[in-house]
């Protein structure tokens, strides 16, 4: 199953791109535009709205969702370890226990909160850029949040 997802996810992730940015695409005065060439306002809006709730509040809740599950896991585990008290070395093995779940909230935190906090800046110019004419392509900023975002994958990586 696990190799079957890997060619879909990249497959997927190509059509959903591809899908809004050809029919968004175009070339004036020898200058190509990306997603910035919409049929009305309100296909941005509908566009900027959904990729907000997708890319944003939807992998934030998948976190959420599934670390949750993580953590309920590794308690469900060190309830199980602990009932099994009385075994020689079973401190050793606590303290072990306690410092591999210790490293994954760790690690679960540090990927959320950075997410959040480097990706933000992001989703709130592309809000910007797209509702009002506030924020443009090509200003300090969008390379700021550009680079903020790409941060991330940096830091996790």
Do not use: E
């Amino acid at each position: 199953m696990t190799l079957s997802l890997i060619p879909f996810t990249w497959i997927a992730g190509y059509a959903v791109a591809w899908a809004w940015t050809i029919p968004t695409t175009g070339v004036v005065d020898g200058v190509c535009y990306t997603l910035m060439r919409w049929k009305s306002h309100k296909d941005r809006l509908a566009f900027v709205a959904w990729y907000l709730l997708t890319f944003f509040v939807g992998l934030n809740l998948t976190f959420i969702f599934c670390y949750g599950r993580i953590l309920i896991v590794i308690r469900r585990q060190a309830k199980v370890m602990a009932s099994h008290g009385g075994i020689a070395g079973s401190t050793i093995a606590q303290a072990q226990s306690n410092k591999t779940k210790a490293k994954i909230v760790k690690t679960m935190i540090l990927v959320s909160v950075l997410y959040v906090v480097l990706w933000s800046p992001g989703y709130c110019h592309n809000f910007l850029m797209n509702t009002t004419t506030i924020a443009k392509v090509g200003d300090v900023a969008f390379y700021i949040v550009i680079v903020m975002g790409y941060l991330y994958n940096c830091v996790i990586d």
